[in-house]
């Protein structure tokens, strides 16, 4: 299925799980989840992503807000590194 509304939900993705989506669309992801099977593969592959990341980075002494701004950082760079290495490869930045 290659819905008009699966694009809004795979660059919403992070924003859903940060929890920083409006109810609104909280519960269009929700929904459209339930009816659309490679949006919910998605969404549970970046939920599995960010629990390994937590499992590693979990002390207890980081603020909930601070890990989550950390894990998004990190989710951030792995993307960022894959785009750079496809873009340019053997290219070495020095
Ligand atoms: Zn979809």
Redesign the pocket.
Known sequence: ?N?P??RQ?QTSVHDFLDGELPPSSAEFMTE?LQR?P??AHLVRFESAVRARIRDCCSTEAAPPELRVRIMTRITHVVTQVRVTYQERPGDVER
Do not use: G, T
């Open positions: 299925m819905h509304n699966c939900v459209h659309c490679e949006c």
